[in-house]
């Protein structure tokens, strides 16, 4: 028996989603784990050390998908931020909502999971441009975040991380 790319594609985004093990895969751009972001209000975050394995950094973060591109606004000095400046550019998420990090325990690891390459976005324009999908996103929360966000982003104290799925 064959099994083309789309099948094993569809196969593994099952076994994901059925929350089998925990099972850690780097998925392709066109993953069917891709479409999650569209769906999560939530990604939850670790950089990669020099060794290829998880940072002690983890965190739930607001995001959001645009284009190929995965955007996350953050705190200047958060080890996120360092890891990019330093040339550590790869990280792993988990896709899906389950509290803060720490409450969550390892039930995230049960969620759809993506290898992604990160970099600091510093065009304003894009800024701009994804802050106003952030306030569609998370309208509720907008108006007091939203003032945060453009202020932090202005001033230096936060920065915009930009994410593609890695091949």
């Known amino acids: 028996m064959s099994i083309n790319r789309r099948q094993a594609l569809t196969g593994t985004a099952?076994?994901?989603?059925?929350?089998?093990g925990g099972v850690r895969v780097t998925l392709?751009?066109?993953?069917?784990?891709?479409?999650?972001?569209?769906k999560s209000q939530l990604i939850y975050l670790t950089p990669f050390r020099a060794d290829g394995g998880e940072s002690t950094c983890h965190a739930e973060v607001w995001f959001v998908h645009h284009g190929a591109d995965i955007f996350v606004v953050t705190k200047s000095d958060a080890w996120r931020t360092?890891?990019?400046?330093?040339?550590?550019?790869r990280a792993?998420?988990?896709?899906g909502e389950f509290g803060a990090w720490k409450d969550a325990?390892?039930?995230?690891?049960?969620?759809?999971?993506?290898?992604?390459?990160?970099?600091?976005?510093?065009?304003?324009a894009?800024?701009?441009?994804?802050?106003?999908?952030?306030?569609?996103?998370?309208e509720s929360e907008w108006g007091t975040w939203g003032p945060r966000f453009r202020k932090?982003?202005?001033?230096?104290a936060r920065v915009m991380l930009r994410y593609q799925v890695a091949s």
């Not at 360092?82 to 550019?89: D, K, P, Q, S, Y």
């Open 82 to 89: 360092e890891a990019l400046r330093r040339g550590l550019t």
């Open 105 to 124: 325990k390892d039930r995230y690891r049960s969620a759809p999971y993506l290898v992604i390459e990160g970099r600091l976005e510093t065009d304003t």
């Open 28 to 38: 392709a751009a066109e993953s069917p784990a891709v479409a999650f972001l569209d």
């Open 126 to 138: 894009v800024h701009g441009e994804v802050l106003g999908k952030f306030a569609t996103k998370y």
């Open 152 to 156: 932090g982003l202005a001033d230096g």
């Open 14 to 20: 099952a076994l994901l989603l059925s929350g089998w």
């Open 92 to 95: 792993g998420i988990w896709i």
